[in-house]
């Protein structure tokens, strides 16, 4: 079965970085597209970022476009979000996904970003 599996999140300071990575497993990872997504207290979930099942195309959302990038190592069946200088509106919950629109998630990994 589809299991996606989220770590890296934590408490950082404005302004810092965190690395999340998504390590996929149960179906051929290097034929589909990933995403991630995030979910604040009290707002819809919406779409970070996705990238192609070679890696060779991404999107963000306007919110995070020059500070978070998404990649993927297919030979490790995992995908990344690089965030960088980290604002307190990032603070959410962050969700791996299968493709886009989503058919897969993961249980998610929360980011609180706090001074």
């Known amino acids: 079965q589809v299991q996606l599996v989220e770590s890296g999140g934590g408490l950082v300071q404005p302004g810092g970085s965190l690395r999340l990575s998504c390590a996929a497993s149960g179906f051929t990872f290097d034929k589909n597209a990933m995403s991630w997504y995030r979910q604040a207290p009290g707002k819809e979930r919406e779409l970070v970022s996705t990238?192609?099942?070679?890696?060779?195309?991404?999107m963000y959302a306007d919110s995070v476009k020059g500070r978070f990038t998404i990649s993927r190592d297919n030979a490790k069946n995992t995908v990344y979000l690089q965030m960088n200088s980290l604002k307190p509106e990032d603070t959410a919950v962050y969700y791996c996904?299968?493709?886009?629109?989503?058919?897969?998630w993961g249980q998610g990994t929360q980011v609180t970003v706090s001074s």
């Open positions: 990238i192609n099942n070679v890696g060779g195309s991404t």
């Open positions: 996904a299968r493709r886009f629109p989503a058919d897969y």
